[in-house]
């Protein structure tokens, strides 16, 4: 019951998210205007407003104009949807829950933007931070110290990377690092390690089809590898963690 209600929620969370990820880059407000459609400018009634199914029954156009909508809306949604399920049932605390589902509501939109835009809004990680800190303390105070340790530790490490190789990393994603680790705490780990495992990977192939010269010259955003590393962070980061203290530390 509990997962099935975060699933509702997330879905509801994510068509907001919708709303952030158009209108964050371009400096809008995400309150006001209302929704409405981008090509005649028509509110968005409720009913035509409703995750995923308002879609599907318009077949992705808008009532009035036929405008086409986007299939990345009701994606994210369902995305959105199926994390949040998958954090309720992964975890048992309170904390957990909580941490895990405002990760995942930060590093959706964060990702999808700097995919975009090339581009992680301070006023995303910025807000992330204080969620972090104000979940952590209210609900797992013991546990902040870890958490801010990591955050610190996170952030540094990109911010070392970035310093090294400007054109390859960004500030933006030396802050969602940090704010990663205060969410994640010690599984902030791995879930670099994916980032940077994913964002190597993919450079490798695209050198491979354009040549080293062309590839190096691409831009690939490392905001959604560090969205991948922390999304996994929340499902299997404290048994990775584990295997690695039991296995390598003992």
Known sequence: MEAATAGVLGAIFGSFLNVVVHRVPRHESVVSPPSHCPGCGTPVKPYD???????????????????PISVRYPLVEALTAALCAGAVLTHSSAAGIALSVALILLVVPAALIDLEHRIIPNKITGLGAVLAIAIGLALDPAGEPERLIAGAAAGGFLLIAALAYPAGMGMGDVKLAGVMGLFLGASVAPAL??????????????????????????????????????????????????????????
Do not use: M
């Open 49 to 67: 407003n409703i995750p995923i199914l308002s879609w599907l029954l318009l077949r992705g156009h808008c009532r009035g104009c036929g405008e």
């Open 193 to 250: 390690l994916v980032a940077l495992l994913a964002g190597v990977t993919l450079g490798i192939v695209v050198i491979a089809r354009k040549g080293a010269q062309a590839g190096r010259r691409t831009a690939i955003p490392f905001g959604p590898f560090l969205a991948l590393g922390a999304l996994l962070a929340v499902f299997v980061g404290h048994p990775l963690v584990d295997v690695y203290v039991n296995h390598f530390l003992h």
